[in-house]
């Protein structure tokens, strides 16, 4: 069965709207958990780390007020796109690392702002 | 719904043999392939991807990876592999159009000195 739970997996929403993504680790604790974004045509890029019990660490470029990360427990984060515009649609997803070796991906949501 | 198999979930190997990783897809239009990597410790980096054209398309590191449309496959190659190759590796599909992004379960592969 799944081991990570992402959820919605599709979304449609209005310009100027907030969006909240959430990830769940369902088999086991993360105290760290990557949130990615795809545009069409283009590869995965990581947006930020998810640190429970402390801020994120957003990768470059990547504006930490419109991309809002709260890891508030061992077993879930959430991605919240404030505002949501045109520009943000694109597919996002999270992945939460095992240890060093293992990582495990969500489903992903598919985000179309309108 | 479009799945992704990877066929190897361990593969240990000397430095200096040849690599490849198996990668079967399951979508019946068109699709975006690609490998990422995964270092210790480290988060995802792509290796390579292909989109349309020639379907023998070399990533970094020299890795290599070929599409082969009826098959349904996107092998992943290298062939010299080194110590410092010991990482998982993902391969991913997406479907044409506004369809996810679908991730394989990893291969990890160590390679002994």
């Known amino acids: 069965g799944a081991v990570v739970s992402q959820h919605p997996s599709r979304v449609i929403c209005k310009s100027g709207t907030s969006v909240k993504i959430e990830c769940r680790s369902l088999d086991f604790q993360a105290t760290t958990m990557f949130w990615y974004r795809q545009f069409p045509k283009q590869s995965l890029m990581l947006m930020a780390t998810s640190n429970e019990g402390s801020k994120a660490t957003y990768e470059q470029g990547v504006e930490k007020d419109k991309f809002l990360i709260n890891h508030a427990s061992l077993t879930l984060s959430t991605l919240t796109v404030t505002s949501a515009h045109p520009e943000d649609s694109s597919f996002y997803i999270c992945s939460v690392p095992e240890g060093d070796e293992k990582l495990f991906f969500g489903s992903g949501t598919q985000l179309s702002v309108l | 719904a479009q799945s992704v198999s990877q066929h190897n979930h361990h593969v240990i190997l000397s430095e200096a043999a040849s690599l490849e990783l198996g990668c079967n897809y399951s979508?019946?239009?068109?699709?975006?392939l690609f490998w990422y990597v995964q270092y210790p410790g480290q988060h995802l980096q792509l290796l390579l991807k292909y989109f349309s054209g020639d379907p023998l398309v070399k990533g970094i590191k020299g890795f290599e990876a070929e599409f082969i449309k009826s098959k349904f496959s996107f092998n992943l190659r290298k062939p010299s592999v080194q110590w410092s190759d010991t990482a998982e590796y993902f391969c991913a599909v997406r479907g044409g159009g506004a369809d996810g992004l679908t991730f394989g379960k990893g291969t990890h592969l160590i390679i002994q000195p």
């Open positions: 979508y019946g239009g068109t699709v975006n």
